[in-house]
């Protein structure tokens, strides 16, 4: 098939909105009433602008618009959006009662002062609870608890934050719901969610291990991981545990919710919905619960005569990590304020004045990425318009209302991943135009010459390429909706289809442990609470740290996915 400008166009606005998604591009825009505003084209808005472009240049149609929406070949994007919103909302509202938090200062304790046994113990709690909640919430709580942790004690942090990212996406592939790539392999292949478990448990454990000790290895230096950690206080996990019953009803209910998914998947029912009718009963639970909270005082009310001034409530873990290095303070018979007590260390293990500034400060607001991306922010020098401010401050003490009264849902709300919708639903209809100007005939075309159908060559292929597409194809789930299409389209045998599934589960996750922060949506989360939080992570450095533990991964987990398929095959 020969190449036309219109599949050389298509194919170019492609890769350009990646470009866009891993550094977007900012310019303040005048506008008429409201004045100069910072506009940015990057994660939601260059796929769309994309598509804009392209249909008007007629290289896509409504046709291939209503396909990335509806879905072709057995893979549905709104059955797997609908299907990983519920998810998020169930382990977001579990993560909001404080029960992540409370596990981490639990293994904190039992760490006490020996560095490398806590960071062992860290990287385990971070790995179970990822295989079960996904990557997002170990993200959101896990980034910001490691933060506080590393200033307390003068650690330096890099090292302990690029293992809980590799922790956390290494673990998501173990169910079919800890990914959205999980979940388009599972409709794009026809897995069914239990054996899609069978087939990467195995990945899995070769992957985790294998990253540890390479992380062991880069970081055996003491001043990453030191033997000893110049700590004494213990913290308590009841602080910040904020709702123990919703806790216990969260976790039950989300791990009902996971076996009666896996039970059903057997009788061929489409996952959302199990899951959605699951997730609305966790709403009514939690604006219920909230209810009856608020009316019989256990959480404050909200106080409209203070309607004006503007608090900010201490952040528990922050609070908590204050009372117990004053506690210590304290039983060492010296009386300090606590930012005094951020200078009790040695000369040799000093804190930045980042460090200092992060436990002075408390946590602000955290967001799903790329729900920014898009939002018009006032030159710093020019004071924004208010447009109609009687409806804006209504609005506000509105919100403010229903925030106080049920806190759970208006806490979750914000941080749900709704910036996935547009993506994912963007990189769908981009990829259907690829399939539309031919290109995914001529790439399954090329694999199928370089792998002669054969099993072995089709696993290294796909994973190594589904590795690289991450970085470079709109984040891991433009790689793994392009890689489906691609391996569909090859008209593969049923084993090595299978073998190409596998592989390409194993890569779509440690793909996101890579060399840029959007080759996953949970990178651009994790670099967008570093930087709230006062730590800058290069986009070089973390490429630098991710090398080793993603060759050692891809060569030790492709390995696994060979050996397997040579005795399944």
Same mark, same amino acid.
Request: net charge positive.
């Given at each position: 098939?020969?190449?036309?400008?219109?599949?050389?166009?298509?194919?170019?606005? &492609?890769?350009?909105?990646?470009?866009?998604?891993? @550094? *977007?591009?900012?310019?303040?825009?005048?506008?008429?009433?409201?004045?100069?505003?910072?506009?940015?084209?990057?994660?939601?808005?260059?796929?769309?602008?994309?598509? #804009?472009?392209?249909?008007?240049?007629?290289?896509?149609?409504? $046709?291939?618009?209503?396909?990335?929406?509806?879905?072709?070949?057995?893979?549905?994007?709104?059955?797997?959006?609908?299907?990983?919103? @519920?998810?998020?909302?169930?382990?977001?509202?579990?993560?909001?009662?404080?029960?992540?938090?409370?596990? +981490?200062?639990?293994?904190?304790?039992?760490?006490?002062?020996?560095?490398?046994?806590?960071?062992?113990?860290?990287?385990?709690?971070?790995?179970?609870?990822?295989?079960?909640?996904?990557?997002?919430?170990?993200?959101?709580?896990?980034?910001?608890?490691?933060?506080?942790? /590393?200033?307390?004690?003068?650690?330096? *942090?890099?090292?302990?934050?690029?293992?809980? &990212?590799?922790?956390?996406?290494?673990?998501?592939?173990?169910?079919?719901?800890?990914?959205?790539?999980?979940?388009?392999?599972?409709?794009?292949?026809?897995?069914?969610?239990?054996?899609?478990?069978?087939?990467?448990?195995?990945? =899995?454990?070769?992957?985790?291990? #294998?990253?540890?000790?390479?992380?062991?290895?880069?970081?055996?230096?003491?001043?990453?991981?030191?033997?000893?950690?110049?700590?004494?206080?213990?913290?308590?996990?009841?602080?910040?545990?904020?709702?123990?019953?919703? !806790?216990?009803?969260?976790?039950?209910?989300?791990?009902?919710?996971?076996?009666?998914?896996?039970?059903?998947?057997? =009788?061929?029912?489409?996952?959302?919905?199990?899951?959605?009718?699951?997730?609305?009963?966790?709403?009514?639970?939690?604006?219920?619960?909230?209810?009856?909270?608020? /009316? $019989?005082?256990?959480? *404050?009310?909200?106080?409209?005569?203070?309607?004006?001034?503007?608090?900010?409530?201490?952040?528990?873990? %922050?609070?908590?990590?204050?009372?117990?290095?004053?506690?210590?303070?304290?039983?060492?018979?010296?009386?300090?304020?606590? !930012?005094?007590?951020?200078?009790?260390? /040695?000369?040799?293990?000093?804190?930045?004045?980042?460090?200092?500034?992060?436990?002075?400060? $408390?946590?602000?607001?955290?967001?799903?990425?790329?729900?920014?991306?898009?939002? !018009?922010?006032?030159?710093?020098?020019?004071?924004?318009?208010?447009?109609?401010?009687?409806?804006?401050?209504?609005?506000?003490?509105?919100?403010?209302?229903?925030?106080?009264? =049920?806190?759970?849902?208006?806490?979750?709300?914000?941080?749900?991943?709704?910036?996935?919708? *547009? &993506?994912?639903?963007?990189?769908?209809?981009?990829?259907?135009?690829?399939?539309?100007?031919?290109?995914?005939?001529?790439?399954?075309?090329?694999?199928?010459?370089?792998?002669?159908?054969?099993?072995?060559?089709?696993?290294?292929?796909?994973?190594?390429?589904?590795?690289?597409?991450?970085?470079?194809?709109?984040?891991?789930?433009?790689?793994?909706?392009?890689?489906?299409?691609?391996?569909?389209?090859?008209? &593969?045998?049923?084993?090595?289809?299978? %073998?190409? +599934?596998?592989?390409?589960?194993?890569?779509?996750?440690?793909?996101?442990?890579?060399?840029?922060?959007?080759? @996953?949506?949970?990178?651009?989360?994790?670099?967008?609470?570093?930087?709230?939080?006062?730590?800058?992570?290069?986009?070089?450095?973390?490429?630098?740290?991710? @090398?080793?533990?993603?060759?050692?991964?891809?060569?030790?987990?492709?390995?696994?996915?060979?050996?397997?398929?040579?005795?399944?095959?």
């Amino acid at each position: 098939m020969a190449v036309t400008a219109y599949a050389g166009v298509t194919l170019a606005f &492609f890769f350009l909105s990646t470009v866009f998604v891993i @550094s *977007p591009f900012s310019r303040y825009v005048p506008f008429p009433v409201i004045g100069r505003r910072k506009v940015t084209i990057g994660l939601m808005s260059a796929p769309i602008l994309a598509i #804009a472009i392209l249909w008007a240049a007629q290289c896509l149609g409504a $046709t291939q618009i209503r396909n990335g929406i509806v879905g072709t070949d057995n893979i549905k994007p709104y059955n797997i959006l609908i299907l990983f919103i @519920s998810l998020a909302y169930m382990a977001i509202t579990l993560d909001c009662t404080g029960i992540l938090q409370a596990a +981490a200062f639990w293994v904190s304790n039992k760490g006490g002062t020996s560095g490398r046994k806590l960071y062992f113990y860290f990287y385990l709690l971070l790995t179970g609870i990822s295989m079960v909640v996904g990557n997002d919430p170990v993200i959101l709580s896990g980034t910001v608890f490691l933060v506080y942790y /590393t200033a307390a004690t003068g650690l330096d *942090p890099d090292a302990w934050l690029i293992s809980e &990212f590799a922790a956390a996406n290494t673990a998501s592939m173990v169910l079919f719901v800890g990914n959205p790539t999980n979940v388009v392999i599972c409709e794009g292949f026809r897995i069914n969610n239990a054996a899609f478990t069978a087939y990467t448990i195995l990945p =899995f454990l070769a992957c985790s291990i #294998a990253c540890y000790l390479v992380l062991m290895l880069q970081y055996r230096n003491e001043k990453h991981v030191p033997r000893k950690l110049n700590v004494s206080g213990t913290l308590n996990p009841r602080e910040v545990l904020r709702d123990p019953i919703s !806790a216990i009803f969260g976790s039950i209910w989300l791990a009902v919710c996971l076996i009666v998914v896996i039970v059903l998947s057997f =009788f061929h029912v489409d996952v959302w919905k199990i899951v959605l009718p699951f997730a609305g009963g966790k709403f009514v639970f939690d604006l219920s619960w909230d209810h009856y909270r608020y /009316t $019989t005082g256990r959480i *404050p009310t909200f106080d409209e005569s203070k309607a004006d001034d503007v608090e900010t409530p201490d952040d528990p873990m %922050a609070t908590a990590f204050k009372r117990a290095m004053s506690n210590d303070m304290q039983r060492s018979g010296t009386a300090k304020t606590f !930012a005094e007590t951020m200078q009790h260390h /040695t000369d040799d293990d000093p804190l930045s004045d980042s460090q200092r500034t992060i436990l002075g400060s $408390t946590l602000q607001r955290t967001t799903s990425p790329g729900s920014e991306t898009l939002t !018009a922010v006032p030159q710093p020098e020019e004071k924004a318009k208010e447009l109609f401010p009687k409806l804006r401050r209504r609005i506000s003490l509105k919100h403010r209302k229903l925030s106080a009264h =049920f806190p759970t849902f208006f806490t979750a709300l914000p941080r749900l991943p709704f910036g996935l919708i *547009p &993506f994912a639903f963007s990189q769908f209809i981009l990829i259907e135009a690829l399939e539309h100007q031919g290109w995914i005939d001529i790439f399954a075309r090329w694999l199928i010459i370089m792998s002669g159908k054969n099993v072995m060559p089709v696993v290294w292929l796909v994973g190594v390429f589904g590795v690289i597409l991450c970085n470079v194809a709109g984040t891991n789930i433009g790689a793994t909706i392009l890689l489906t299409k691609i391996v569909r389209a090859s008209d &593969f045998p049923e084993s090595t289809a299978r %073998a190409a +599934a596998v592989s390409l589960a194993v890569a779509s996750n440690i793909g996101a442990v890579s060399f840029t922060f959007s080759a @996953s949506l949970a990178g651009l989360l994790w670099v967008a609470i570093l930087k709230d939080k006062g730590i800058t992570i290069k986009q070089w450095k973390f490429a630098m740290w991710n @090398s080793l533990p993603l060759i050692a991964m891809t060569g030790v987990g492709l390995g696994v996915v060979s050996a397997m398929m040579a005795v399944l095959y």
